[in-house]
């Protein structure tokens, strides 16, 4: 007999190699797949809707340690018990139906009964292929190393759902590899690793990834922050969550900017919270820009992006006067950057937000932080108005 290797890319997957035999002498031939690379941080699992004969043609990569499942046939082809192929959902199928059909005759011979409720099974995968009512396909691959396709790729498909999962100890055992025996969930690890999950660019809507990580913000708190890079339109964003509650009082910040050295100062700036330069006449409102962990110059330059973004200040809706107040207004906001001394003012309710004490733990001259009781407004512009932390279980059960 003659055996054939081959390195082929399944799109938006990876390598694969292609194992073919075939024998000379009784035509016998078969094909096994392995991925060219090695075992994957985590396990996945893909869930297909299947309600069309299209969905039949999707091409499908089973490891031989993944499972196939179809819920609602009570259906399911065990881990280790099929070679990996590359196929279709259509030829899975078919590859289990000739597998039950190979021993119909000894059974046939021996348990009529079993045989008889092997062939009506078999009917009912059959009429699967016809797709006359939709069906749940599931692919579970320890390995990570599975695939189902997303024809809509690189934009998200509603059917298919793609989850990443961390392996159980059995599961780590069965693919002969070893498993921290220290638990994953400790607060520690949290702060040690970068966790990351499946998402859509929002530029272009092609698949992405989120990177979360938690951090320790020296003299202050713990922050999530999250980062999004799209490999297909290059589009990147980060934005920080404050990783506690809501503060018993807001906060507010002020510095006085009296040296370019300022600009080093790192800045949390949650979401709630507003920014204020008096001698520029500029005020932020809550909200905007998002939150962010960055140094003063980083916000100034966000803010100067967001400004020169304004579409009143662009194209056929801005006029000579609004163009020029736009640059008067840059070439000052420039100046607070390099020579201007100014003051630049944070005021957050929630009082998630942070600027940094270069002389910590010592106080900062230039530096003065107050803690102000929140008004009814602010309080229902957090939510906390209609926010009931103690006897909603008597309430509830009323």
């Known amino acids: 007999g003659v055996t054939r290797l081959l390195l082929t890319r399944v799109p938006f997957f990876r390598e694969l190699i292609v194992s073919s035999f075939s024998c000379t002498a009784c035509g016998w031939a078969d094909a096994e797949i392995q991925p060219a690379g090695s075992i994957q941080e985590r396990g996945v699992r893909y869930t297909l809707a299947v309600g069309s004969r299209q969905d039949m043609n999707r091409e499908?990569?089973?490891?031989?340690?993944?499972?196939?499942?179809?819920?609602?046939?009570?259906?399911?082809?065990?881990?280790?018990?099929?070679?990996?192929?590359?196929?279709?959902?259509?030829?899975i199928i078919d590859r289990a139906v000739v597998g039950l059909e190979q021993d119909q005759p000894v059974r046939w011979a021996t348990d009529k009964e079993v045989a008889s409720k092997i062939d009506e099974f078999i009917g009912k995968l059959k009429q699967l292929k016809e797709v006359h009512s939709p069906f749940t396909f599931i692919i579970d691959d320890p390995s990570g190393n599975s695939f189902v396709e997303n024809p809509y790729a690189p934009q998200k498909d509603e059917a298919l759902v793609v989850t990443h999962y961390k392996r159980t100890p059995q599961q780590a055992a069965m693919l002969g590899i070893e498993l921290d025996e220290k638990p994953a969930d400790s607060v520690e690890d949290l702060r040690n690793e970068v966790l990351q999950f499946n998402t859509n660019c929002p530029e272009c809507n092609a698949p992405a990834n989120t990177n979360m990580k938690l951090v320790q913000i020296p003299h202050f708190k713990e922050v999530i922050i999250m980062a999004t890079n799209c490999d297909s339109c290059g589009h990147r964003t980060n934005e920080v969550k404050s990783g506690g509650a809501i503060e018993p009082q807001g906060t507010r910040i002020t510095l006085r900017i009296t040296d370019p050295s300022?600009?080093?100062?790192?800045?949390?700036?949650?979401?709630?919270?507003?920014?204020?330069?008096?001698?520029?006449?500029?005020?932020?409102?809550?909200?905007?820009?998002?939150?962010?962990?960055?140094?003063?110059?980083?916000?100034?330059?966000?803010?100067?992006?967001?400004?020169?973004?304004?579409?009143?200040?662009?194209g056929d809706s801005s006029t000579p006067s609004k163009k020029e107040k736009l640059q008067e207004f840059v070439g000052r906001l420039q100046e607070v950057k390099g020579k201007t001394k100014a003051h630049f003012i944070m005021d957050d309710p929630a009082g998630n937000s942070y600027l940094q004490n270069v002389y910590a733990p010592e106080e900062d001259p230039e530096l003065q932080v107050e803690r102000y009781e929140r008004t009814f407004e602010q309080n229902e512009e957090l939510g906390i108005n209609d926010m009931r932390t103690e006897g909603y279980e008597a309430a509830a059960d009323r």
Do not use: Y
Not at 69 to 79: K, Q, S, T, Y
Not at 262 to 280: A, G, Q, Y
């Open 60 to 91: 499908v990569v089973k490891t031989d340690c993944a499972s196939a499942r179809i819920p609602e046939l009570d259906f399911e082809i065990p881990a280790f018990s099929q070679k990996g192929v590359l196929t279709t959902i259509e030829g």
């Open 262 to 314: 300022d600009m080093t100062r790192d800045i949390l700036k949650s979401e709630t919270c507003s920014v204020e330069i008096p001698e520029l006449e500029f005020e932020l409102g809550m909200g905007a820009l998002g939150g962010k962990f960055t140094t003063l110059e980083g916000l100034l330059k966000d803010i100067k992006d967001l400004v020169e973004r304004n579409p009143f200040t662009l």
